[in-house]
RNA sequence: GGCCCCGUCGUCUAGCGGCCUAGGACACCGCCCUCUCAAGGCGGAGACACGAGUUCGAAUCUCGUCGGGGCCGCCA
């Protein structure tokens, strides 16, 4: 048996999405956790749709979420290109060698021409696939069809018989060849399609396992015939049920957020988003939900992976990441946090990082994306606006709380969160207030907000001239 | 329309013939804790799509019905 080699494929047509990234953990999974490798290959056989962009915002997706590729773009490897744009060539020649074996044949019908026989064969209720109209042309017939100027594309002779494989994850699958029809191998322009490249790349650079979406669990035959074809042996084949939307649709922009970077920016972390998408189709013993990457690698089976296509949760995701968060360390914390800080504009020049990593065990547990952290934390960093619920509640403070904060604050001897608190709430039991009723309104004065952290670390974080200061400009609004 | 795949709480799932009065997680509801918001603790509601069959016994096996999805492109 030898080593075991698995690829992540994807067409760079926009952006990595969850759906994407979910194939890519579970092929990195499955590599790392046998020993293989991990290759990422660009299918952009297709110009029209490919960008360069897009390669770059995937790579940069898969080097955030830390799936590491061992050959593919930018690191190499024995059996690159790992841009199908690049071999070109070598599709043109097998392609090229099919045909002369009759395994392939010219197709001169124009895409206007099969379009309007699809559509005439469905409302006529027959199958929609080509109709094989091109298979049998004599030499005579294709000469007189290139002099109409028609430039033909390669169609694969699909022979009689059936194609059945076994599936890691669906078992035993069967398809009839002549439900396959002859599908088209390279384009009229020279360029090779999906099911031909995939094939001819997946032979050459020795893939052992093949882990993909269930959507194309009608190629495999397809491939399974070329590959035949071409004289190598198929890979073994692991069919993953798909993502869907809430509405059991299929996961699309109208869901909302489906790209991986959308979620970075929203505060998610990557080894949460990981543990949650190896769970989506995934799972240990139903009970065990909590894992890092490592475990994953050694726990994770394709034996294990379920059949039903599996609805993206984003509340399940956030419960995730809202422990993963909590269970940081506050240094880490704060690492990871600062980047959001620096984009809502709250800059931490001098003592800042220390206060924020100080600030971290106060807001960890009350935010479940890094997004949220600048509006709880802004207070320590800006003179903000007090927000409507600040002001109301300084507006129906007792008129005599602040001015008793004030002066038991300025009389601490020590700034310390014990020694505050002490105080505090002595002015609030000597006025015969609830905790509620006195707290609130410091709050608002001390953070202009009515939500924050815990008020007397707060306070204390603050700093006593801050505090002192913002007591003194809410009892001047009065 | 044809082919293929799938069907346990709203969602992700455990279950691979008796351990199931079906377990866990998210979401939801209630209570407790409490300086706000959270977190945490305790409790609650909530599912085997349906129908036959096999068997002493079925969520688990078989068939059918119904339902959902994928593919049928010179996209991948």
Known sequence: MGEVRVRFAPAPTGELHVGGARTALYNWLFAR???????????????????????????????????DWDEGPQVGGDFGPYRQSLRLALYREKAEELKERGLAYPCYCTPAELEARRREALSRGASPGYDGRCRNLSVEERKALEREGRRPALRFRVPPGRTSFRDIIRGEVSFSHED?????????????????????????????????????????????????????????????????GPDRQPLSKRHGATSVDWYRQAGYLPEALLNYLALLGWSYDGVREEFTLEELVSLFDLERVGKNPAAFDMDKLTAFNARALRRLSDAEFARRALPFLERSGLGLEGSGMETLERAAPLVKERVSRLDQVPSLLEFLFI??????????????????????????????????????????????????LTPRAAFQPIRAAVTFRTVSPPLFESVELLGRERTLKRLKTALGRR
């Open 180 to 244: 396959l029809e002859d599908f088209v191998i390279l384009r009229s322009d020279g360029l090779p399609t999906y099911l031909l490249a995939a094939a001819v790349d997946d032979a050459l650079m020795r893939i052992t396992h093949v882990i993909r979406g269930e959507d194309l669990l009608p190629a495999t035959p397809r491939q399974i015939l070329l590959l035949e074809a071409m004289g190598a042996k198929p890979p073994e084949y692991a069919h993953l049920p798909l993502l869907v």
């Open 383 to 432: 003179e903000a606006e007090y927000d409507e619920e600040a002001e109301k509640v300084l507006r129906e403070a007792p008129p005599e709380l602040l001015p008793a904060v004030l002066e038991a604050l300025e009389g601490l001897g020590i700034w310390e969160r014990g020694a505050i608190e002490a105080a505090l709430r002595r002015v609030q039991q000597e006025l015969g």
């Open 33 to 67: 956790g046998r020993g293989g490798r991990f290759i990422l290959r660009i299918e952009d056989t297709d110009p029209e749709r490919s960008r360069e962009e897009w390669v770059e915002a995937i790579l940069a997706s898969l080097r955030w979420l830390g799936l």
